[in-house]
């Protein structure tokens, strides 16, 4: 093999991504040609097999899907006789990657000649060449800019020769932390590689890809030796997920002190592994997100690989059963899976035409005027069979085909991550587990409140209050969209409808451990149709996760309007059914099916701290929904989870990716802060605790150690001031309680905001400082608070305070102290 064709060869295999997009786009234009050619023939072509898609959104794509070439895979015989010849596909038998194999092709090809200390022009060239290829799999356009980094403004001059030599640059450092993603990447050990001359480069592109979160990111132990000082400001992160969990990580490495407030006991959110069975027969069984759908440039390989953790392979083999459990006929199964492409195929022309759908039209809506107007699958059992690829869209989806948007319900389709999708072995709680190592984070404190403000943030859970510079919310949409977190000040209108608008479904799976593998080891995923179209999400999937969970676990996916009517069926009702459609498919092939071990039915859409299982774009909606949910709010208030990712929604993936991008916006929040203080202060107003303190050297009212004071620009009883109350003294014993916060004895302020009229009742309260107190708590509810967080929620009011007492002093006029209207 000559240098060249070793090269290309190494190429090819590095990037099947380059290589799927050339020829799928030739597919495209073959079909295309072929559709124009033969008219509106709706048969399907001699040579396609039956194809499932599993977790993908339509079978659009599978059509064009051809089995790439993938380092890192080992391969065993195929093992399945059951496929069909006419399939499109390779023959796959069960593989496992081996994330170690990575490091060594790297090594192998790239290490080699990175170590060398003369290079040839040829060399360089090669070398060059292949760092752009690595880039370009990770999503880093060969030989341009991407808009992140052009808003980043990484050069000086856009196109030019600095522009090429960023390029080069930045493709280094990819490749270079590509090739060990275990260790960090320092900028000193690229100065090694680099010249000199391109040192502001060097730092342009380092600092660009390590806030971004494209290099040096995820769970290598050895990263935390470079966790900085915390001295860059500080966040709290609601909700331990994988976008929460990324973000903590992500911004302890950049320097911040970061608390997370996790509602449940437990990180990982809707990623969840559950130990099922006994002792001898345990498997780790993921009752929320399972798949990782597309391993190519997906961060949680990465991940994967930082922890040495095997993938499994999805197999494609999925073969169908009809409601009484015989096989689906093969000829049919294949007509009707063409049928399904041609009905998508259709959408997307309707949609091509003028002004595609309006917003308030149905996907549901529109298959079902596509089915009679073609006057396709008609008899039961092909009725039965279309209602299974439905089924399989609404999981796809977590949600209705009545309810997702006919325009846009597929806006994310462009981005899907390319490549197998695969399980991770032991579940993905591994994953979860090394992610939440280090993050300090407080379990069962469910957030209730988060208050924003131009100097700060206070985040309530339950009677305890943080405070912090930001925070970021990662709660599920469905926790916004039930208002179980109130914002203060409200969110701007346009997240408010976005929250509204966009759709929150529901995927619910009943997970058994048996005593055995009764359904065959060489199967992943096999299928089963309902006699009725109302329930065809139900039990309509079955995956085997005996290849990854250590143990012979099942789980049956119930999806569609059957996963709603699940969460109010008696889960003993729900395991009979379940296990009637097994038995209906096994009994008959002499094979006996045993009760399970252990059954868990899930119940996401019951869950308090979701609300469901995952977004989707519903009718009305549209993909910029997303964006406006990931939008802060006054530079204090960010927002991540798969909901805010317009490009990988519904995914794990889109979360972890989100967090990275929150904490990439944080970072440089921060530095616009810090560049522009002034731009950040309060107008006239100076560090927070002098300003409260000096407001109350002159109280309007003062009650025992209840101060007061108001905004004079206003005397109605509804006008709101400000009170303090001062610990510290051993008289009062409940005060004294209070005052274990303060545990070095020194007088303590606590505040809060209250209204003139409030102050009034209080004044006929009798019974001392402690009966107040507990009336200002108990009885008006108001919350005690430290002189940052007054400042923060309060600012508005403090101003506005200071501004008419200067404008008083000016004026000259009477201080109208102890006056209550
Ligand atoms: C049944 C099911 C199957 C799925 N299958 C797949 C799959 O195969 N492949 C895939 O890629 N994705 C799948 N997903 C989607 C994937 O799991 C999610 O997109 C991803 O885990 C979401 O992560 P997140 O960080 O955005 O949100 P979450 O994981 O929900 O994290 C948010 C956190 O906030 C916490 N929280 C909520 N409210 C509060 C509050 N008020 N105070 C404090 N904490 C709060 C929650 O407890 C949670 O820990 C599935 C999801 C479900 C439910």
């Known amino acids: 093999m000559t240098w060249d064709h070793q090269n290309a060869d190494i190429v090819c295999q590095l990037f099947g991504v380059c290589c799927k997009l050339v020829l799928r786009n030739m597919k495209l234009t073959k079909k295309k040609r072929k559709q124009d050619g033969s008219g509106e023939r709706w048969l399907p072509p001699q040579s396609q097999g039956p194809r499932r898609t599993i977790r993908r959104r339509t079978s659009l794509r599978l059509k064009f899907w051809f089995e790439r070439t993938q380092i890192g895979i080992m391969e065993t015989p195929p093992s399945d006789k059951s496929i069909s010849k006419r399939s499109l596909r390779k023959k796959s038998g069960s593989r496992n990657y081996d994330e170690n194999l990575m490091d060594e092709i790297f090594e192998e090809h790239l ?35 991407r808009e992140d980094e052009i808003r980043a403004g990484v050069v000086r001059e856009l196109g030019g020769k600095e522009q090429n030599d960023y390029i080069v640059i930045r493709n280094h450092i990819l490749a270079k932390w590509r090739g060990n993603v275990r260790k960090w990447l320092t900028k000193g050990e690229i100065r090694e590689t680099v010249s000199a001359e391109y040192e502001h480069l060097i730092s342009s592109a380092y600092d660009f890809l390590l806030y971004n979160g494209y290099i040096n990111f995820g769970v290598s132990p050895s990263f935390t030796s470079h966790m900085p000082e915390a001295t860059e400001g500080s966040v709290i992160i609601v909700g331990a997920g994988l976008a929460g969990l990324a973000a903590a990580r992500q911004l302890l490495s950049f320097g911040y002190k970061v608390v997370v407030l996790e509602g449940r006991n437990r990180p990982g959110g809707r990623v969840y592994t559950q130990k099922m069975g006994c002792e001898g027969k345990f498997a780790a069984v993921d009752l929320g997100g399972s ?154 404190k469910t957030v209730n409140t988060i208050r924003y403000g131009n100097n700060g943030v206070e985040v309530i859970a339950g009677d305890q209050a943080f405070q912090a510079d930001m925070v970021l919310c990662t709660v599920p949409l469905g926790v916004l969209k039930r208002k179980a977190v ?195 202060m309060l107008r006239n107003i100076g560090s927070s605790n002098d300003i409260v303190v000096d407001l109350f050297k002159k109280p309007d009212l003062e009650l025992g150690k209840l101060a007061f004071i108001f905004d004079p620009s206003s005397q109605g009883p509804q006008s709101m001031g400000l009170m303090q109350i001062t610990f510290g003294s051993s008289e009062e014993s409940h005060l004294e309680e209070l005052s274990e916060l303060n545990p070095i004895k020194l007088p303590l302020q606590l505040y809060t905001i209250i209204s003139r009229e409030q102050a009034y009742q209080l004044q006929l309260i009798t019974g001392g400082d402690e009966c107040r107190l507990s009336y200002v708590t108990k009885n008006i509810g108001l919350k005690l608070m430290g002189s940052n967080a007054l400042v923060n929620i309060g600012n508005s009011l403090i101003a506005s305070i200071t501004s008419a007492r200067r404008g008083r002093g000016r004026n000259r006029l009477p201080i109208e102290q102890h006056h209550i209207p």
């Open 111 to 145: 290490g080699v000649a990175l170590k060398k200390k003369h290079k040839t022009k040829q060399d360089l060239e090669k070398e060059t060449e292949i760092e752009a290829m690595i880039s370009f799999s990770v999503g880093f356009p060969i030989d341009a800019l």
């Open 291 to 444: 798949v990782i759908t597309g391993i190519h440039a997906n961060p949680l390989g990465v991940l994967a690989r930082q922890l040495s953790i095997p993938l499994h392979k999805v197999r494609d083999n999925c073969p169908l059963y009809k409601p009484d459990g015989a096989p689906v006929d093969k000829e049919m199964d294949s007509d009707i899976e063409f049928i399904f492409n041609k009905l998508l195929d259709k959408v997307m022309e309707l949609r091509q035409i003028k002004g595609g759908f309006a917003n308030d039209i149905s996907l549901g809506s529109v298959l079902e005027t596509l089915k009679m107007l073609y006057a396709v699958a008609r008899n039961p059992d092909e009725r039965q069979l279309l209602d299974w690829h439905l089924a399989n869209l609404e999981y796809a989806n977590a949600g209705c085909l009545s309810n997702l948007s006919a325009a846009y319900w597929d806006q994310d389709d462009p981005y899907e991550m390319g490549g197998d999708h695969c399980f991770l072995a032991g579940g993905n709680w591994r994953l979860i587990k090394a992610l939440s190592e280090g993050v300090p984070i407080f379990y069962g």
């Open 486 to 680: 109130s914002f203060e000040p409200e969110l701007p209108s346009r997240k408010l409808a976005a929250i509204e608008r966009l759709g929150f479904g529901l995927l619910n799976k009943v997970a058994m451990v048996f005593p055995y593998v009764f359904w065959g080891e060489d199967l992943d995923t096999f299928g089963c149709l309902n006699e009725h179209s109302h329930k065809r999400g139900e039990f309509f999937l079955f995956y085997s996760y005996h290849t990854v969970s250590g143990g012979p676990a099942l789980i049956a996916l119930v999806a569609g309007e059957a996963a709603q009517t699940f969460e109010y069926t008696d889960p003993s009702f729900s395991l009979h059914r379940v296990l009637s459609v097994l038995r209906g498919i096994y009994n008959p092939k002499g094979i006996i099916v045993p009760d399970p071990i252990q059954t868990i039915c899930t119940r996401w859409g019951s869950d308090p701290l979701s609300y469901g299982s995952y977004s989707h774009v519903s009718v009305q909606s549209s993909g910029s929904d997303y964006d406006i949910l990931a939008e802060s709010v006054g530079s204090r208030l960010f927002f991540a989870g798969e909901a805010t990712s317009r490009q990988y929604p519904a995914t794990m993936h889109g979360a972890f990716l989100s967090g990275l991008r929150e904490a990439a916006r944080i970072y440089q929040t921060t530095q616009v802060r810090q560049n522009n203080p002034r731009k950040y």
